[in-house]
């Protein structure tokens, strides 16, 4: 990149904060194919530093959850010729209770297949020590889990909610009402009170605030799989080592024990 660092650096801190490529644009008159390749760029450093120091985590209670977005267009809408990333794309996140570390994340299909390649990744990031996994319904999660990480689950539960019908009278958009939870033992014996998965929810929310893709009823959304990935895997790395969550007072990487300090955007451009 001929970009100055100075100038990379508040591209991507813009983006992270929520703005749009446009917005971007009209704020730094850089070119918006600059700013993409920019993207590009730091999503490929990022995914490299989540590899390299998101292994060997000793983890308690791991959360699972599925964010949904699209690329190009909804999944109604696409057509047989299509480019066959366009439609649905679902971000599989795992994030431990008590660091808020991401561990792993995949991105991909709601399909057994992204969910195998995702569990693979928990397996990569977590040490031999026993812990907990708590989901969602999602049939999938209950062969991988147990296939891949039998050796070191003390308990696998999934929690499934049921909403209420909408009412008459209610916009399209409103937040449909949970009604009750559900809770299946899928593997061993979780302990009841840790069974929970407020905290991946949580984040749900954090990337939908940080990352313009992800913001419904826009046209901000995702024209390229590339860019999107590359978006998904920047958030997640500045998530990881920038971002202090305000719970813990320093970052979820600090918690965990492999950063001594808060990272700036610009540590994620030169690290790796």
Same mark, same amino acid.
């Given at each position: 990149?001929?970009?100055?660092?100075?100038?990379?650096?508040?591209?991507?801190?813009?983006?992270?904060?929520?703005?749009?490529?446009?917005?971007?644009?009209?704020?730094?008159?850089?070119?918006?194919?600059?700013?993409?390749?920019?993207?590009?760029?730091?999503?490929?450093? &990022? #995914?490299?530093?989540?590899?390299?120091? %998101?292994?060997?985590?000793?983890?308690? +209670?791991? !959360?699972?959850?599925?964010?949904?977005?699209?690329?190009?267009?909804?999944?109604?809408?696409?057509?047989?010729?299509?480019?066959?990333?366009?439609?649905?794309?679902?971000?599989?996140?795992?994030?431990?209770?008590?660091?808020?570390?991401?561990?792993?994340?995949?991105?991909?299909?709601?399909?057994?297949?992204?969910?195998?390649?995702?569990?693979?990744?928990?397996?990569?990031?977590?040490?031999?020590?026993?812990?907990?996994?708590?989901?969602?319904?999602?049939?999938?999660?209950?062969?991988?889990?147990?296939?891949?990480?039998?050796?070191?689950?003390?308990?696998?539960?999934?929690?499934?909610?049921?909403?209420?019908?909408?009412?008459?009278?209610?916009?399209?958009?409103?937040? &449909? #009402?949970?009604?009750?939870?559900?809770? %299946?033992?899928?593997?061993?014996?979780? +302990?009841? !009170?840790?069974?929970?998965?407020?905290?991946?929810?949580?984040?749900?929310?954090?990337?939908?605030?940080?990352?313009?893709?992800?913001?419904?009823?826009?046209?901000?959304?995702?024209?390229?799989?590339?860019?999107?990935?590359?978006?998904?895997?920047?958030?997640?790395?500045?998530?990881?080592?920038?971002?202090?969550?305000?719970?813990?007072?320093?970052?979820?990487?600090?918690?965990?024990?492999?950063?001594?300090?808060?990272?700036?955007?610009?540590?994620?451009?030169?690290?790796?």
């Amino acid at each position: 990149m001929y970009l100055p660092m100075a100038k990379a650096e508040s591209v991507l801190a813009m983006l992270l904060e929520g703005n749009s490529v446009s917005s971007v644009e009209r704020v730094t008159s850089i070119n918006h194919e600059t700013i993409l390749k920019l993207l590009v760029v730091a999503g490929e450093k &990022a #995914e490299r530093i989540m590899a390299q120091k %998101v292994v060997n985590i000793k983890a308690r +209670d791991i !959360e699972c959850d599925e964010v949904w977005s699209f690329v190009g267009k909804k999944e109604k809408r696409v057509r047989p010729d299509d480019d066959p990333n366009f439609g649905d794309c679902y971000t599989f996140v795992a994030i431990e209770r008590h660091t808020k570390l991401v561990l792993n994340i995949a991105i991909g299909k709601r399909t057994q297949q992204t969910t195998d390649v995702f569990v693979e990744g928990i397996r990569q990031a977590t040490a031999h020590t026993p812990f907990q996994v708590t989901t969602d319904g999602f049939q999938p999660y209950r062969s991988s889990i147990v296939t891949t990480l039998h050796d070191r689950l003390s308990g696998f539960a999934q929690m499934t909610k049921v909403y209420r019908a909408t009412q008459e009278g209610e916009r399209r958009y409103s937040p &449909a #009402e949970v009604a009750a939870v559900e809770t %299946v033992i899928a593997y061993g014996q979780p +302990d009841p !009170e840790r069974i929970c998965t407020s905290i991946v929810e949580r984040s749900n929310l954090s990337i939908r605030m940080g990352v313009r893709r992800f913001t419904r009823l826009t046209n901000a959304f995702s024209k390229k799989w590339e860019n999107h990935a590359a978006a998904i895997m920047l958030w997640f790395a500045f998530y990881n080592f920038c971002r202090v969550h305000k719970s813990l007072r320093v970052t979820p990487a600090m918690e965990a024990g492999i950063a001594d300090h808060v990272w700036t955007v610009r540590e994620i451009l030169e690290v790796a």
